[in-house]
């Protein structure tokens, strides 16, 4: 049984993790037992509690680190007491609080002296993380508060329009591509909310093989992604845009599904990450937003339509009838053959480079002025005069002339800015 569990847990995080071996009836059905009697644990008992207090870790430590936080409390369950005031049940998550120090619910804007605390019907003082309690409250419609998530007046408990969350990755189980600008459900705190998603990460040459979590930085320029990778990755981020309003709080893990599949087997969980930024503002599209500068990279191609000289050439399908040339001029491009001869595998060659000038016409079309000159048998080969033209190699026609325009394009910039 051990060998056929080690093989099963082989494709698994708990790949070669020990095992114990236990029984609920030592000696099997027919050994007499009886309940009132004192019996003392067997041998493998024996081992199994020998083996965790080998791999289990001191929970000590961290508690401590939990409790000098920000009081934070999952509420499960609210019910008036007559001649008492009205209890709440639920779960320290973190942080401490005593009787008569003040609690705020963040989604109904309230505040309340704790008028008493009981654990497992006992009256205590204080209660601290990981600590399951009742807390009596005066004064409260239990009907405002039925579960969610209770905290202390300036804790990090806020009501968000979104968040961004770190630390993402994708679930393996999960099949299908987790794609930008698609809806998910979220789970978080104790809602569950439909959002859309924005991926985003640092440029892969910026890519760390650390092992911690990195820090959302406002000052940093990031990529758009269009789907979530599937490898894990720490440089990876997500904006969560939630359908309503939801308390989080920071730190908080979310889980991202598709409740609506179909299929009855397939996995619904697609990818898990945990809030590093809360976005409270109504109109964050424009106050918040766009502090964050998350960059799409575009890639425009045109042909040659003629040479005005060796310097300057008019492009024809880089831009269409009605587009905004303001944003455009001064863009940079450059002029590359791409010949058939070169193959698939070799980079185009690059002539030269330029910049936009201005439009030219009313059809699209625009005068790149170039740094240096175009080769002579380019010019010729464009030239409008029969007498002036020349001879390309066989294999190469003026299609094989391409511009090329590359730029950033951020996706939260109110004034829609290109840069290069």
């Known amino acids: 049984m051990k060998k056929r569990i080690s093989k099963t847990l082989e494709q698994t995080k708990f790949r070669g ?11 099997g059905n ?36 939990v409790r000098q936080r920000g009081f934070l409390f999952a509420a499960d369950h609210c019910f ?22 003040t609690i705020e619910l963040p989604r109904q804007r309230l505040q309340r002296k704790i008028k008493s605390i009981q654990m497992f019907r006992q009256p205590v003082n204080s209660i601290g993380p990981g600590d399951r309690a009742g807390i009596c409250v005066p004064q409260l419609d239990p009907s405002l508060l039925e579960r969610g998530l209770v905290g202390t007046p300036g804790g990090s408990l806020q009501t968000c329009h979104a968040c961004v969350l770190g630390a993402v990755r994708k679930i393996s189980y999960f099949k299908n591509p987790v794609l930008s600008k698609s809806r998910f459900h979220i789970f978080i705190s104790q809602e569950t909310v ?12 910026q890519w760390t093989t650390t ?17 979530l990778p599937a490898e894990p990755q720490d440089q990876v981020w997500v904006l969560v845009e939630f359908e309503r309003p939801v308390v989080c709080y920071t730190g908080a893990v979310v889980i991202g599904a598709r409740l609506d599949s179909t299929s009855a087997t397939a996995c619904r969980l697609a990818f898990h990450g945990k809030v590093q930024m809360q976005v409270s503002e109504p109109n964050y599209k424009q106050t918040v937003l766009p502090q964050l500068c998350v960059y799409r990279c575009k890639t425009r191609r045109g042909q040659i339509d003629r040479v005005m000289d060796s310097r300057t ?3 024809r399908g880089l831009f269409k009838r009605e587009t905004n040339w303001d944003v455009f001029v001064g863009l940079r491009a450059h002029v590359e053959l791409d010949a058939p001869g070169n193959g698939d595998s070799e980079e185009p060659r690059r002539l030269c480079t330029g910049r936009i000038e201005s439009s030219f016409g009313q059809s699209g079309k625009c005068r790149l002025v170039l740094d240096d000159d175009l080769p002579e048998a380019v ?14 190699p066989s294999d190469i026609s003026r299609c094989n002339f391409c511009v090329v325009l590359e730029f950033k394009r951020f996706l939260f910039d109110p004034k829609r800015c290109l840069v290069q």
């Open 211 to 227: 092992a911690s979590e990195v820090a959302l930085d406002l000052k940093q320029n990031y990529v758009y992604l269009s789907e």
């Open 379 to 392: 010019v010729h080969c464009f030239a409008r005069k029969s007498g002036k033209k020349a001879e390309l």
């Open 313 to 315: 050439c008019v492009v």
């Open 30 to 65: 027919q050994v007499d037992f009886k309940p009132d009697a004192h019996h003392p644990p067997n041998e493998d008992l024996q081992k199994l509690i020998a083996l965790l207090i080998q791999t289990v870790t001191d929970p000590t430590e961290r508690r401590e680190r």
């Open 17 to 27: 993790s020990p095992i114990a071996v236990v029984s609920a009836a030592p000696g």
């Open 194 to 205: 439909l959002a859309q998603l924005t991926f985003f990460g640092l440029p892969a040459e």
């Open 80 to 101: 008036t007491v007559t001649g008492q005031g009205t209890v709440m049940t639920g779960t320290v998550l973190a942080g401490s609080i005593r009787v008569g120090e």
